[in-house]
T-cell receptor
Framework: AQKVTQAQTEISVVEKEDVTLDCVYETRDTTYYLFWYKQPPSGELVFLIRRNSFDEQNEISGRYSWNFQKSTSSFNFTITASQVVDSAVYFCALSEAGNSGNTPLVFGKGTRLSVIA | EAGVTQFPSHSVIEKGQTVTLRCDPISGHDNLYWYRRVMGKEIKFLLHFVKESKQDESGMPNNRFLAERTGGTYSTLKVQPAELEDSGVYFC???????????FGEGSWLTVV
C-alpha cells in the first residue's frame, strides 16, 4: 500500500533562514513518482517537482532543492534563504506506475510553513 | 496554453441542497482527475476519467457524488444532497499521458452550512 508521511505539521522560520520539509513514503512498487506541491493562501495547488524512482539525482531550482534518498524512502525539500512569499502549505505526493497508467496521487497531510519577516 | 479551470471558485450552500462543480481540462488532455481536501485533512483522490469513461472511481465517498464527462471534454461533479462533511476544496487535474500530477486547477471551495 502507498503512504506518504509528512511528520512536520507546522514550521515557523524567520525570513532568510533555511528550512527543510520532510517527506517519507512507502510503496511496494519499484517504479513510482514523487511530487511536491505548494498551496499558498490563495488556495490553488502549484506543482513544484516530479521525480521518478530511477532518478536519485538531487535537484536544485533557484532557492529550492530536493534530496531524494531511496535508502531511507525520503524525498525532502529545502528552501534556502526563505522569504515571506514562501509561506504556504506544502504537500508531498506519491504515484505508482500501475498496469494501465499511474495510480492516483497519494498525498501527505501537508506541512504549513510560516515565514516571519 | 490555458490551464485547468474550475468553476465556481467558491460556493456556499445549505445542507441538503445540490451543487455542481465544473472542470475544464487543458485542451487535448484525455485524462481528468478529481481530488478533494476536506476539513484540513490530506488531499484524496476521487476519480479518474479517460476521455468520457470512468477509469477509476474507487475514491468516490458515496452515492451522493456523481461525476460525468460527456463528450470527453469538461467534467462535472455533482453533490446531491450536500452534507456538512462535504465542505472542503475540490481539485481537478488533467494530463495528456498517464503520468499525471503536473496540471491542477485552482480548486472549487465548497462550504455546506
Amino acid at each position: 500500500a502507498q503512504k506518504v508521511t509528512q511528520a512536520q505539521t507546522e514550521i515557523s522560520v524567520v525570513e532568510k533562514e533555511d528550512v527543510t520539509l520532510d517527506c517519507v513514503y512507502e510503496t511496494r512498487d519499484t517504479t513510482y513518482y514523487l511530487f511536491w506541491y505548494k498551496q499558498p493562501p490563495s488556495g490553488e495547488l502549484v506543482f513544484l517537482i516530479r521525480r521518478n524512482s530511477f532518478d536519485e539525482q538531487n535537484e536544485i531550482s533557484g532557492r529550492y532543492s530536493w534530496n531524494f534518498q531511496k535508502s531511507t524512502s525520503s524525498f525532502n525539500f529545502t528552501i534556502t534563504a526563505s522569504q515571506v512569499v514562501d509561506s504556504a502549505v506544502y504537500f508531498c505526493a506519491l504515484s505508482e506506475a500501475g498496469n494501465s497508467g499511474n495510480t492516483p496521487l497519494v498525498f501527505g497531510k501537508g506541512t504549513r510553513l510560516s515565514v516571519i519577516a | 496554453e490555458a490551464g485547468v479551470t474550475q468553476f465556481p471558485s467558491h460556493s456556499v450552500i445549505e445542507k441538503g441542497q445540490t451543487v455542481t462543480l465544473r472542470c475544464d481540462p487543458i485542451s487535448g488532455h484525455d485524462n481528468l482527475y478529481w481530488y478533494r481536501r476536506v476539513m484540513g485533512k490530506e488531499i484524496k483522490f476521487l476519480l479518474h476519467f479517460v476521455k468520457e469513461s470512468k477509469q477509476d472511481e474507487s475514491g468516490m465517498p458515496n452515492n451522493r457524488f456523481l461525476a460525468e464527462r460527456t463528450g470527453g471534454t469538461y467534467s462535472t461533479l455533482k453533490v446531491q444532497p450536500a452534507e456538512l462533511e462535504d465542505s472542503g476544496v475540490y481539485f481537478c487535474a488533467s494530463s495528456q499521458d498517464y503520468i499525471q500530477g503536473r496540471h491542477f486547477g485552482e480548486g472549487s471551495w465548497l462550504t455546506v452550512v
